[in-house]
């Protein structure tokens, strides 16, 4: 059975087979699968090298646990400590993987302040500065609400 990309019926466009487009589930797979097992990839200390196992033994496995990918969504794992597996995957959006995140030992420098407050200022959502700068978003709040980094002045902004 030929696994077709959403919304495509040509058969030119499968799933990872080789000469054709690969499909964002197909990569989803195995980004997720190299993340694990594969040492020299660059984010392999965050995943395979704590422990994160990649559990599907094919493609099809996969994508019958989540089926097609909605727009704009991407691969997380429900329980950040767990494994790639059955009952632990979905599609989410950029902010709900950002609170569900861990955040190793990341800190702010005084020199990022400013540049955070103008984002927040701007409308960004807190979570998503969050993430990029891979704290936790409870520090951002406290950062908007001058509880975290008050000693920073306005007029540095």
């Known amino acids: 059975m030929a696994l077709f990309a ?9 799933h990872g087979q080789a000469g054709t487009a690969r499909s964002a589930e197909y990569r989803a797979y195995q ?6 097992n594969t040492i020299t990839d660059k984010k392999y200390d965050l995943y395979g090298g704590r422990g994160i196992e990649f559990r599907f ?14 727009d704009g969504l991407e691969l997380d794992r429900i329980d950040n400590d767990g494994h790639y597996e059955v009952g ?5 959006d950029r902010e709900t993987q950002v609170l569900n995140s861990r955040h190793p030992k990341a800190k702010l420098t005084e020199s990022q302040i400013p540049t955070i407050r103008q984002r927040i200022l701007n409308g960004e959502k807190p979570c998503l500065i969050a993430g990029d700068y891979h704290v936790s978003p409870a520090l951002i709040y406290g950062i ?3 509880k975290n980094w008050a000693h920073i002045p306005e007029e540095t902004i």
């Open 6 to 14: 959403k919304g495509c019926a040509n058969p030119k466009y499968k």
């Open 31 to 36: 980004d997720a699968k190299k993340r694990c």
């Open 57 to 70: 033994a094919s493609f099809q496995d996969f994508f019958k646990e989540l089926g097609p990918r909605p």
């Open 88 to 92: 632990n995957v979905r599609w989410t």
């Open 144 to 146: 908007k609400n001058k």
